[in-house]
């Protein structure tokens, strides 16, 4: 098993560009999210998803948005990056032993 | 609604010293309580996890005990390592529509010197 897989590992942006960052996983989980890590502020929800179909909102969902097509994949998309999305986003996974989250290496975001 | 709070950082000790890192949380219903670790430039890797009051949780060395009464989940080893140089997550999980959510400290850095 591969686990969460994210790409890319890097990316810069200028403001205005739009990107998708990918998110797979090879556990047959049902619940995946995204998340933001910002120093200082710890890991913050952006958008979930309990199944393929289904997403909802986070903490801070704005400015990003989500689908669920298949139950392996979870794709993050910023329409019109701002600098304020500057930060590192991770991927995770739930189990269901104990909802224990599977985190993919993360994406290091800039936007200039 | 959901919160942790965890001791700032960073937390320098030397080998051999015993760490302990404060974790307290708020909360409705009887959340799960979980340490995450993430070493430099990689994603967090659950350390230990605790489902109910009184529990103890443990792993490489680390035990964590969730305290109901103190709603509390203090990460404590005996003995550090400079391999144990890294960001300790404290978080709790929260149960909603059909998934679980899990709510984090802002994370604390722990360097471990010679």
């Known amino acids: 098993n591969a686990g969460v897989t994210q790409t890319p590992k890097f990316q810069v942006l200028k403001t205005g560009q739009s990107m998708t960052l990918q998110c797979a996983q090879d556990m047959n989980h049902e619940y995946m999210s995204w998340y933001r890590q910002d120093p200082g502020m710890g890991l913050r929800l952006i958008h979930y998803s309990v199944g393929a179909g289904i997403t909802d909102q986070g903490e801070v969902p704005n400015g990003y948005n989500v689908s669920r097509s298949t139950t392996e994949d979870f794709p993050l998309r910023l329409l019109s990056a701002a600098p304020s999305q500057t930060s590192v986003y991770f991927c995770a996974s739930t189990g269901t032993l104990d909802n224990e989250q599977f985190f993919g290496p993360g994406t290091r975001l800039t936007v200039l | 609604g959901n919160s942790v709070t965890q001791m700032e950082g960073p937390v320098t000790l030397s080998e051999e010293a015993f760490l302990t890192i404060n974790c307290t949380y708020t909360?409705?219903?009887?959340?799960?309580l979980f340490w995450y670790v993430q070493y430099p430039g990689e994603g967090l890797q659950l350390l230990l996890k605790a489902t109910k009051a009184d529990d103890k949780g443990s792993n490489k060395g680390f035990e964590a005990t969730y305290r109901k009464e103190t709603t509390s989940f203090h990460l404590e080893k005996g003995s550090v390592q400079v391999s144990d140089s890294a960001v300790y997550f404290c978080?709790?999980?929260?149960?909603?529509?059909?998934?679980?959510?899990?709510?984090f400290g802002t994370g604390t850095q722990l360097k471990v010197e010679l």
């Open positions: 978080a709790l999980s929260s149960v909603t529509g059909g998934g679980n959510k899990l709510t």
């Open positions: 909360a409705t219903g009887y959340p799960s």
